[in-house]
């Protein structure tokens, strides 16, 4: 059975740090790469981070470079997202998801809500 976990989410003040887990199970986590999302209320999902397990290749979207970053553990089949400076315009839900060429399918976790806010 397919599953990820997300998890580490919360209140937090602006300026504060977060750091989200997405624990993997059930399918060749080294075959993927793993990304982060996040939803606003009101906006579409946007990517945020990602990572090429395989090689270890990050990527990021200019709204969150240098604040956030992604990284894995391969051994724990673990993704996280260490994520600093934390501005109101970061709250969202935010989603793990994993994804590799075909035929391979797409899975996404639950979400994990974070709110930035004094």
């Known amino acids: 059975q397919v599953q990820l976990v997300e998890s580490g989410g919360g209140l937090v003040q602006p300026g504060g740090s977060l750091r989200l887990s997405c624990a993997a199970s059930?399918?060749?986590?080294?075959?993927?790469?793993m990304r982060w999302y996040r939803q606003a209320p009101g906006k579409e999902r946007e990517l945020v981070a990602a990572?090429?397990?395989?090689?270890?290749?990050?990527n990021y979207a200019d709204s969150v470079k240098g604040r956030f970053t992604i990284s894995a553990d391969n051994a724990k089949n673990t993704v996280y997202l260490q994520m600093n400076s934390l501005m109101p315009e970061d709250t969202a839900i935010y989603y793990c998801?994993?994804?590799?060429?075909?035929?391979?399918?797409?899975?996404w976790g639950q979400g994990t809500q974070v709110t930035v806010s004094s």
């Open positions: 998801n994993a994804w590799a060429v075909k035929p391979r399918p797409t899975y």
């Open positions: 990572i090429i397990i395989g090689g270890g290749s990050t």
């Open positions: 059930g399918f060749t986590f080294s075959a993927y790469v």
